[in-house]
């Protein structure tokens, strides 16, 4: 046979083209394989659904393993909008027990950019939270009707007891501005809101889990990726021991019922707080499940600020219970000795005039603490600012330094969330409201007897009592005792002295004690507690005095430091002195004793709110 | 036997890998996670196993039958196949809108894959004819599109419109045996006009659609090539291309200059001055290639002017919507996208070397549809990865040029045009089938030669490689 030679390199066109064909697809290949990621995340959104566990909440007990919160079982109602195939709308509403409207507008506040700020098509989204036990079971038997549902179970808080919601706080949804901070949440998910469930939210919550299911194109679930080898397991949030006393603040809150105001109870010589009552309160419960909304607005419009923490967020004249940081400071500065004694007639009269009560003159620290005399602290402070030889801006400086040190001025660092700071003048603060005139002690000679620019939180003020009965430190003030498997923030165990020597402390304890055998505690003076204590009578701009009581016991190895602020009820020695010592007596001795039964009646249904009226902060 | 001894082991060798690989590939794509056995009968990967052991008995029968016999009755086997598939388009059932299983009980056979060697030994017959050339008469031509275009209207009219394509890949044997190479061309021409032309449809260019403009300047560009290596006239493509050049320049600096120019004006003129040089040039040397050169550009113009007018009004809306998610123009992911789309999810996610034998999730979960007929190819990629995707292509690429090669040292025009058929038949398959699995050809169902679900395709393929074998060996026993 003939051969075409030129035709038979023709076969070398038709082997170059599909070798060229082969060569392009190969590029093509190597770009979707290897140089492209967006396809292994389009597959695995394609075929996982990936679940998560939630763990459970870590629960709360008291100081005496007493248990405050834990869990109970909640389903929600979950879906994946781009899996939801339709679906019969009736039979879904017969079955959640929900008319058409509601579904519909649970579906709009689902797809609401504003409401909902993390939605998106393809990552499960909530349409409804807490499902009762029924629904739950009538939903998951009918489940499979619903093409992309699927019911989630979380867990929401109980409560054993109805008091301390100021320290516990609740659990709420995840805010879109928790989302933007915190990559750990994702929309739906629960996260603390005011108290320990607050400030240990990391330690309460745990790590979440998630189980990787295999779904194929119709969506139905096909088990477990690889048997679950990928799975992560949650871990359980961790359990904390608050340090309260739930027998303590249970009865501290019945104390205040019909009152307006705060105790807080340290224990000195750990500086754990035993009691933190903020009164009016509210039931914890309210805050849980379907009606919390509801609920929680209802506490933001009360009159009485029940979600207000008086105990660290009120700020308010010290009054006179202040003046046991002046003796000190004036011993420590040498402006005093204990037997330096100053005029009183019936006051201070120096120019102007600072009033006081009868009691004999001239008088030492001692008797002053005891009688609470105004006049010997203001001549303390205009000694000490007026010293010849210095200037009044440096002594307030020096005066203001020895104020921070006994924790006022600042925020102590509690383990709560929201603490105020109180306000301790300086002399730029003075500088300023004279216009830059010259001022002097007299110009602020308030600030002595805990009255004029002076303002201190309940916790402070009881943080004091705690550091004068440890008779010169303090440990900074908290609410939780032991986390489970590991150890509290290192600042709680760290003794913070101020510059002032014990001897000084110890003379401020002797006036304490005497205030209570002879002086204006006589009213804490309980058979078998030796009881040291100061009373404050706090004139303010909002209606009748604060009534303020700080007091410790016993007087050698105190057990218990307490500050008892009731606003607008009169003397320190009215609602402050007998509510304090009922606080100490029910700590020390468990019971009240037959003949402090009176007082205790009395204390428990007295109400100080209607004779007060509505009062700002 | 010497049959077996002068056979060609390499093809066969090919063959068995690519088969077993197919078989591996469909008991993937079929698996279950509640799994049954890989020799159930009830299940894909079991029945093609059967498939396979009866293609091998097929093709041992094949190589056992004397040569003679497939140039003796290539005309009857093509007639019988022919009314086969004249009679499947009035009996058979309605399958998705397509009419071309014939069903015997368990069994469904599709003849347009007979077709393919039918067709085939048909072809070699008429080139094997005495003295025959095809470019001695324009009639040879018509003999030969007759037996190409018969089975094509068959099969069309079954719906079977990917199946009745594979015929026309026949164009590489007529080329191979002295067609023009500029049918090819403009084959290739046609194609890309139409590409750049419907895709691009901004930024205005002059006036002018980007793709339109581009195909102007393709044009232009083609023109001058062809008059530089077609016509060889080196004087007279001169002349042309600084004519174009110039123009061009001028052109361009009058819309710098902010005198805007019409560019359909600008184009169809200097075209049209080039070609009425290049007839004026013709009427001097009177050389047909010239002629051919004009007549090859007029319609390049002509077309780019059909193109909108064939894409608007002749296609029909799904194979618009086909063509545009193949050229990026729309995405229509629910739709006409929707397989191509979940298709490259699951070749793109098997990354470099794949996610194991059994483990690809998109194929397993059912993602993407056909995956173990027409998108089998989604497996490999996806399980074995770039390196086994590779590999296949490579395997397949093997094949094909081990095929040219047997069939370029065939003495005889018979066995030549036979084996350049099975040559073309998988250049297509391969091409289109591949090219639509990444995105790279509008979606055409056909199957993937040795690895796509089903006995008839694999039958087939069986039969034509096999007849291709025995030819081959064959061709010592010829005297001529």
């Known amino acids: ?617 | 036997m010497s049959v077996f001894r002068s056979l060609d082991w390499v093809t066969i060798i090919l063959y068995v890998l690519l088969v077993s690989a197919g078989a591996v590939s469909i008991y993937a794509a079929s698996y279950d996670f509640d799994n049954a056995s890989i020799f159930d009968l009830t299940e894909f990967s079991g029945k093609q196993f059967l498939w396979i052991g009866l293609s091998l008995v097929i093709g041992c029968i094949i190589l056992l039958l004397d040569y003679r016999l497939y140039e003796a009755y290539a005309y009857p086997i093509y007639g019988v196949v022919i009314l086969l598939l004249i009679v499947t388009i009035f009996v058979a059932p309605d399958i998705k809108g397509s009419h071309s299983w014939l069903v015997f009980g368990p069994v469904s056979l599709q003849p347009a894959e007979f077709g393919k060697f039918a067709t085939a030994l048909a072809l070699a017959k008429l080139f094997d004819s005495y003295s025959f050339s095809l470019n001695a008469k324009i009639s040879n031509y018509f003999r030969a599109l007759i037996i190409i275009f018969l089975p094509i209207v068959m099969i069309l009219m079954q719906r079977e419109t990917g199946s009745a394509l594979v015929y026309l890949s026949l164009v590489f044997v007529l080329y191979r045996e002295g067609m023009s190479g500029l049918v090819l061309c403009a084959v290739v021409c046609a194609v890309a006009y139409f590409v750049v032309a419907v895709k691009y449809s901004t930024p205005l260019i002059l006036g002018l659609p980007a793709g339109e403009f581009s195909v102007f300047v393709l044009i232009c560009v083609i023109f001058c090539l062809m008059l530089l290596f077609y016509c060889r006239d080196i004087f007279i493509a001169r002349n042309v291309i600084l004519g174009f050049i110039g123009t061009g320049i001028l052109v361009s600096v009058l819309e710098i200059c902010g005198v805007h120019v019409n560019g359909l004006a600008y184009f169809l003129s200097a075209i049209g001055l080039g070609l009425a040089y290049v007839l004026v040039a013709m009427m001097r040397h009177r050389i047909k290639k010239f002629l051919i050169t004009a007549g090859f550009v007029a319609t390049s113009v002509l077309f780019l002017f059909s193109v909108n007018y064939v894409f608007g009004n002749v296609l029909e809306p799904h194979q618009q919507m086909r063509i545009k998610v193949t050229l990026g123009i729309e995405d229509d992911l629910r739709g006409a996208g929707y397989n191509v789309n979940q298709s490259k999810i699951a070749i793109g996610s098997g990354g470099v070397s794949g996610k194991g034998f059994l483990n690809g999730t998109q194929t397993k979960l059912k993602y993407v549809p056909e995956q173990h007929t027409d998108f089998i190819f989604c497996t490999i990629g996806e399980e074995q990865g770039f390196i086994g995707s590779s590999i296949v292509l490579a395997l397949f690429l093997a094949l094909i040029l081990r095929i040219i090669h047997l069939a370029e040292r065939q003495r005889t025009p018979f066995g030549r045009v036979y084996i350049y058929c099975v040559v073309s038949y998988l250049i297509f398959h391969l091409a289109i089938n591949i090219g639509m699995v990444i995105g790279l050809c509008p979606v055409i169902g056909i199957p993937l030669p040795f690895f796509s679900y089903g006995g008839s395709a694999l039958w087939g393929f069986t039969i034509l490689l096999f007849i291709m074998l025995r030819i081959d060996a064959s061709r010592k026993e010829r005297r001529d």
């Open chain 1, 1 to 617: 046979m003939r051969k075409d030679y030129v035709l038979e390199k023709r076969k070398f066109v038709i082997g170059g083209f599909i070798t060229l064909i082969v060569v392009i697809y190969l590029f093509r290949l190597f770009n979707l394989q290897v140089g492209d990621d967006k396809y292994k995340e389009h597959a695995d959104s394609n075929a996982f659904l990936k679940r998560v566990i939630y763990p459970a909440r870590g629960l709360v007990y008291d100081r005496n393993d007493k248990l405050l919160v834990f869990n109970q079982p909640a389903y929600d109602v979950m879906l994946i909008p781009k899996d939801v195939a339709e679906f019969d709308t009736a039979s879904l509403c017969r079955v959640l027990n929900l008319s058409r409207q509601e579904l519909d507008e649970k579906w709009a506040a689902m797809k609401n950019p504003r409401k909902n700020p993390g939605y998106s098509a393809y990552t499960p989204q909530k349409l409804l939270s807490h499902l009762s036990a029924e629904d739950y079971g009538r939903l998951s038997e009918k489940l499979y009707l619903f093409p992309g549902f699927f019911i989630q179970k979380r867990t929401v808080r109980q409560y054993n007891y109805t008091v301390a919601s100021n320290i516990l706080g609740n659990i709420r949804e995840v805010s879109g501005h928790d989302l933007e901070k915190d990559r750990y949440y994702r929309s739906g998910d629960y996260t603390g809101d005011l108290g320990v469930e607050k400030s240990y939210e990391r330690v309460l919550r745990g790590e979440k889990g998630m189980e990787i299911l295999m779904k194929d194109a119709s969506g139905r679930i096909k088990g477990k990726y690889e048997n679950g080898i990928h799975d992560v397991a949650p871990t359980s949030g961790r359990n904390l021991k608050l340090s309260i006393d739930v027998d303590l603040q249970q009865y501290g809150e019945q104390l205040m019922q019909g009152k307006i105001g705060a105790i807080v109870a340290i224990e000195p010589a750990t500086g754990e707080i035993l009691a933190l009552v903020t009164s009016p309160n509210y039931d914890p419960s309210l805050l849980v499940g379907k009606e919390r909304g509801k609920n929680y607005s209802e506490l933001v419009k009360n009159p009485y600020k029940p979600l207000y923490d008086r105990a660290l967020q009120g700020m308010y004249p010290p009054g006179s219970t202040f003046k046991p940081t002046q003796g000190l400071i004036f011993l420590q500065e040498g402006i005093v000795t204990p037997g330096t004694a100053y005029p009183c007639y019936r006051g201070y009269v120096n120019g102007l005039r600072v009033g006081c009560h009868g009691h004999g003159s001239p008088i030492a620290l001692k008797p002053a603490l005891a009688t609470s005399c105004n006049a010997y602290f203001c001549w303390g402070l205009k000694n000490m600012i007026d010293k010849r030889g210095t200037n009044a801006s440096a002594q307030l400086t020096k005066w203001k330094d020895y104020m921070v040190e006994m924790g006022y001025g600042y925020r102590l660092g509690i383990d709560l969330p929201h603490e105020s700071r109180g306000f301790i003048p300086n002399a730029d603060f003075y500088s300023k409201s004279f216009r830059g005139a010259n001022w002097r002690a007299n110009s602020i000679i308030s600030i002595s007897i805990g009255q004029g620019e002076v303002l201190a939180t309940p916790l402070q003020i009881a943080n004091l009592c705690a550091t004068i009965a440890n008779r010169g430190y303090f440990y900074t003030p908290h609410i939780v005792k032991e986390i489970s498997d590991t150890v509290i923030d290192s600042s709680f165990r760290k003794r913070h002295k101020p510059d002032i020597r014990r001897q000084h402390y110890e003379l401020v304890a002797e006036g304490m004690r005497m205030a209570v055998l002879g002086g204006t505690c006589r009213g804490a003076n309980i058979p078998g507690i030796e009881v040291c204590g100061k009373t404050g009578t706090a004139q303010n701009p909002h209606g009748r005095d604060h009534s303020a009581f700080m007091g410790f016991a016993p007087y050698k190895n105190p057990k218990i430091a307490v500050a008892v602020y009731v606003e607008n009820a009169g003397f320190g020695a009215a609602f402050g002195v007998p509510i304090g010592s009922l606080m100490i007596e029910k700590y020390l001795h468990g019971s009240i004793s037959a003949g402090r039964k009176a007082v205790e009646t009395r204390m428990l249904n007295s109400n100080t709110i209607y004779s007060s009226g509505v009062k700002k902060h």
